[in-house]
């Protein structure tokens, strides 16, 4: 799974610009804010139809431009497909190979993408939120049936969450129950999906980490919940759940159990990451994480996604920079930074010049 060209117009800082890319490594170059971020964004937000770093499309427009135009021509196991995103103030047009896309279900999985940035220390960091956006991304990518699951299941939960904020306690008593019915079954795919991911997941991902790490630490990941069962008994063990806490539901006006509270546990060497991990423990396990993610689109689709690692080598050891060279070798990347003589030690890779928001031979 490759990108082979990519355009952008009024994309960010971006007037009217081509990249060619090759089949390795390529190195996209210089100063800061010129523009190499929102390249290596473009080609995620072709890949998922949503960008990392934002929550409105049209703050990516360019400033004085009424439409931005990103286009990619990719080649996948399948052959070639060609991804186009038309984003305005009000709209946005996604078409695939010359055909208009309605819902975003229908882009996942012809192009499969991984990022990394700095800002993705949030995984480990922050709150439940960032972790399931990490489970949220990467099964949507490889499972249709997971991402239409997801937005049904937070439709429903939306509507679920003002129905206990009405007053009304004998009508919201008697509704719930149709309300749940139809979150569970939506609930019981996500965490399905879930729980296989993180199987897949947790050994890669201590792998890993034991590689750049030289086996000093041992990371481990786990939902924080434990689910068993195929779909139907997963429905009907939440289903239990949602009835005993229709009290506290009632009480806090929103639903207090089910996949959107779920968590991720990440410790190192036994101990939790959140709480006691240092900036440079950190920043090793969510990149371990990602890998993990790269190794199961490999397994899941036959071929590796694109990896776009942005600005990461600043933030890394020598020893583990050249530990990440050797572990992406063979993988099609875009990687970020300003100096690349500092971070490649003579790895081979296409360099990519970028200034004020131009490719610079």
Known sequence: MQIKKLFLQNFRNYECENFLFSDGLNVLFGKNAQGKTNCAEAVFYLCTGASLRIRHDKQLVKMGAETAKIVAEAENRYGKVTIE????????????????????????????S??????????????PDERRRFMNISISQTSPAYYTALLRYNKILDQRNALLKNPDYSLVLDTLP???????????????????????????????HAFLTDDQEELEVKL???YKGDEEELAA???????????????????????????LDVTISGVDAKAYASQGQT?????????????????????????????VMSELDLPR????????????????????ERVLYGAECKKIRIEKGRVKE
Request: aromatic content about 6%.
């Open 85 to 112: 995103a038309e984003i305005s103030e009000n709209k946005r047009e996604i078409r695939v190979n010359g055909s208009k896309i309605n819902k975003n279900a229908d882009l996942m999985g012809h192009v499969n």
């Open 114 to 127: 991984v990022f990394f940035s700095p800002g993705e220390l949030r995984l480990i960091q922050d709150g």
């Open 178 to 208: 149709v309300w749940d019915e139809q979150l569970c079954r939506y609930a019981a795919v996500i965490v399905k999906k879930r729980r296989e991911f993180l199987e897949k997941l947790s050994p890669y991902a201590k792998e890993m």
């Open 224 to 226: 924080d919940k434990t």
């Open 237 to 263: 063990t939440l289903a239990r759940r949602l009835s005993n806490n229709y009290d506290k539901d009632l009480r806090l006006g929103f639903t207090t159990v089910g996949p959107h509270r779920d968590d």
């Open 283 to 311: 920043r090793t396990a969510a990149l371990s994480l990602k890998l993990a993610e790269v190794q199961i689109f490999k397994d899941l689709s036959g071929e590796y996604p694109i990896l776009v690692l942005d600005d």
């Open 321 to 340: 920079r050249k530990k990440l060279l050797k572990r992406i070798s063979g993988i099609q990347t875009i990687l970020t930074c300003t100096h690349a």
